[in-house]
C-alpha cells in the first residue's frame, strides 16, 4: 500500500513537472524522482492509459498537448519571471533545503504556464546569470522589462548615466542580464558603438521598450563569456580550462587605499585597443615574447624578481587605446636595451586589489572585470598589474592590481 500511496504522489508530481517545460526527457524526470528510467516509462504509459495526452518528441523529449492544463492558479508573465529571478538569487544561499524546496515549487508554477509562456521562461532563464547579490544592492527599476525585451527581441531606448558621470542616450539590443560585485548588470548590443556593452541597470535613467524588434543573436550567454575572455586576454588566460569566466574561485580579495612611490622601469611595450579583441591578441604576444625570450634577465639593474605590467598613455578611459609596458623596476634608465623601453612612473594616489585563486579560472581577467564596475573615480594615469613571489603557484596565485585614482 505504502509503495502504491508513493507511486500515486509521483505520477501527480510527473504531471505538473510535465506542465512546467515544453520538453522534458526521461531521464530528467528519473534523476529528479530517484527512480530508474524504466520506472518512468511505465508512469508515462500509465499516465496515458488515463487519458493524459502525453506525446513524445523523438530523441528530445516528452509534452503535453496544448490543451492539457492544471488550473489552480494562473500567473502573468512578469510574475513568473520574477519569481525565476528569486530562483536564481536563492541557488547563493547555502540552505539546500530552502533551495530543493523553492525548485518544487517554482516547477509547480512553471505548469501553468503556456507553451509561448514556457519557451519564454525558459529563454530568459539562460540569459540570466547570478553571481554575487547582497541586500545592500543599489535599487533598480527595469529588471522585469528588460527580461520581457530579451524573451519578445524588443528594441530599447535608454538614458544611461555612465561612470564617468555622463548622460547618453543609447539604442540598444538586449541579450543577457547579471550580477557582478552588487549591481546588475545588462548586456546588449549597442547601435551607436556596433558592439556589446555592459550597463549597470541602477544607472539607467529613462527606458523605452520599442515595438521595433531585432534578430537574435545567435550566441548562448557562455559563449558571450568566451569570447570576452578572449578578447581581453591577460596572462592566465591561455591556461583557462574553463569558458565561463564567472566561475573563477577566488579564495581572497583584499582592497586599500596606497600611495605609491615613484620608481624607473624597463620592459617591452605595445599600444593597443580592447576594441575588437586587438588587446587579447597584442597583451599575449607581449607574455609571449617575454616569457619565451627571457627578458626578465636580460633588463640591467633589475630591482628584485617581481614582474609588472603598466597600463598608460590612455587616450579616454579603457574602452579607449593605451600603451601596455611589460617589464620589472630598475634602479636607473641610463642603459635601456635595444627593443625595450624605459619609464619613469612618478607615482600617486591608487586603490589596491589583492586577488588570491586559480590562474587558470581566470584570477586576472575576473578581477578587471570587477574593477571596470566598480565606482571608482579613476585618472587613467598609470595602471598596474603585479606578480611577485606570490604568483608563482598558478593555483594559489596572490596577483596585485594598482588603479589610480583622482
Known sequence: MAEDQTRIVRLSAILTHLQSKQLVTARELAEHYDVSVRTIYRDIRTLE?????????????????????????????????????????????????????????????????????????????????????????????????????????????????????????????????????MHWLLIAFCRMRQDFRSFRLDRIQDLKVKSETFGPHEMTLEEYFEVSRKNWTTPDSHMARVPDIFASKLTQIKMQNV????????????????????????LGQLWGAFLSQNLAEQIPSRRGDQVYMLFTAYEGDYTEPYTAILGCKVD??????????????????YIKFVARGNMSEGLVFNQWVQIWNMDLDRAYTVDLEEYGPEAQNPEDAEVGFYIAVK
Not at 263 to 269: E, K, P, S
Request: charged letters at 25%; aromatic letters at 10%.
Open 49 to 181: 492509459r488515463a487519458g493524459i495526452p502525453i506525446a513524445v518528441e523523438e530523441g528530445r523529449g516528452y509534452f503535453l498537448g496544448e490543451g492539457f492544463r492544471l488550473p489552480p492558479i494562473m500567473f502573468t508573465e512578469d510574475e513568473a519571471l520574477a519569481l525565476v529571478t528569486v530562483e536564481q538569487l536563492l541557488k547563493r544561499t547555502q540552505d539546500k533545503s530552502l533551495i530543493a524546496n523553492y525548485k518544487d515549487a517554482i516547477i509547480k508554477i512553471k505548469s501553468v504556464l503556456g507553451n509561448r509562456q514556457k519557451a519564454n521562461i525558459e529563454f530568459v532563464t539562460d540569459k540570466l546569470q547570478v553571481r554575487t547579490y547582497t541586500s545592500e544592492s543599489p535599487s533598480s527599476h527595469h529588471l522585469i522589462e528588460l527580461q520581457q525585451a530579451i524573451a519578445y527581441f524588443r528594441v530599447v531606448d535608454i538614458r544611461y548615466f555612465s561612470l564617468k558621470d555622463e548622460m547618453t542616450e543609447r539604442t540598444i539590443e538586449p541579450f543577457a542580464l547579471y550580477t557582478t560585485q
Open 259 to 282: 600611495q605609491l612611490d615613484s620608481f624607473h622601469f624597463i620592459g617591452i611595450a605595445v599600444k593597443t585597443t580592447n576594441a575588437g579583441g586587438q588587446a587579447g591578441q597584442d
Open 332 to 349: 636607473h634608465l641610463d642603459n635601456v636595451p635595444e627593443g625595450m623601453v624605459g619609464y619613469s612612473f612618478e607615482g600617486g594616489n
